[in-house]
């Protein structure tokens, strides 16, 4: 079993900052893209950002140059520091990941996080 667990939401006032972290841990043989996705109440749920291990990142235009998505491979964690929040950035946050599991190894299943709150106060 793989399970992502996130942490580090809560409420922030606007120009504020905020970092999330994801662990992910279980019977992993290898993960391939973490990623964080968000959504707001009323919408669906979108993409943040994502990084491979050991690629350049990506990012929705509507976080870049504020959000910086950085992964480290040996914790099995990947981080998303968001600077210079703003009221529309408020929704839950959900990390996603692409693992492939000791006991299916030819198989690469995505998984995802229970959620955390971030609330950004104008």
């Known amino acids: 079993q793989v399970q992502l667990v996130e942490s580090g939401g809560g409420l922030v006032q606007a120009g504020g900052s905020l970092r999330l972290s994801c662990v992910a841990s279980g019977r992993i043989f290898s993960i391939n893209a973490m990623a964080w996705y968000r959504q707001a109440p009323g919408k669906e749920r979108e993409f943040v950002a994502a990084?491979?291990?050991?690629?350049?990142?990506a990012y929705a235009d509507s976080v870049k140059g504020r959000f910086t998505i950085a992964r480290d491979d040996a914790k099995k964690t990947v981080y998303l520091q968001m600077n210079s929040l703003k009221p529309e950035d408020t929704a839950v946050y959900y990390c996603?990941?692409?693992?492939?599991?000791?006991?299916?190894?030819?198989?690469?299943?995505?998984?995802w996080g229970q959620g955390t709150q971030v609330t950004v106060s104008s």
């Open positions: 996603n990941a692409g693992v492939r599991a000791l006991d299916s190894v030819d198989y690469e299943y995505d998984y």
């Open positions: 990084r491979t291990s050991g690629g350049s990142p």
